[in-house]
């Protein structure tokens, strides 16, 4: 039988990893208008030539190729890492919300290939 996740005791219809999502979830809405982001994102563009729609074009700090604004996406250069107890908050929010320099921006491919390393480098 598999093992259930205990409840969460301030609001006992929630699972204490329903908890930790919900937080987790709230805190990435708040980064996602993080001034530093959009200064990393700033840095990285020019403008673009050819298409009168497309006002920027972003290079990806991995692979130097320059991509349109929907294929790329700002990167922890440190991933902000798990949030499964009050242990992790402070380093967690403290990843998160890091300054520009701990910011690249990659495009999705880049970005999707480094996720899929450091998922695959944990330690269990």
């Known amino acids: 039988m598999a ?13 204490e990893a329903r ?9 990435r809405r708040a980064y996602s208008k993080w001034p530093p982001k959009y200064e990393a994102l700033r840095d990285a563009r020019r ?12 290079q990806c700090s991995h692979c ?6 929907k294929q790329v996406q700002v990167d922890h250069i440190t991933p902000a890492g798990a949030l499964r107890s009050w242990d992790d908050l402070v380093p ?9 320099k701990g910011l690249q921006v990659l495009c999705k491919t880049c970005h999707n290939v480094k996720t899929q390393n450091e998922r695959g480098n944990k330690e269990v």
């Open 19 to 27: 908890w930790w999502g919900f937080l987790r979830s709230a805190l």
């Open 47 to 58: 403008d673009c030539k050819g298409n009168g729609r497309q006002k920027y074009e972003y």
């Open 92 to 100: 967690f929010t403290s990843r998160l919300f890091c300054s520009k």
């Open 3 to 15: 093992k259930k996740t205990p409840e969460w005791p301030e609001y006992p219809n929630w699972t």
């Open 64 to 69: 130097k190729k320059w991509f349109p604004q």
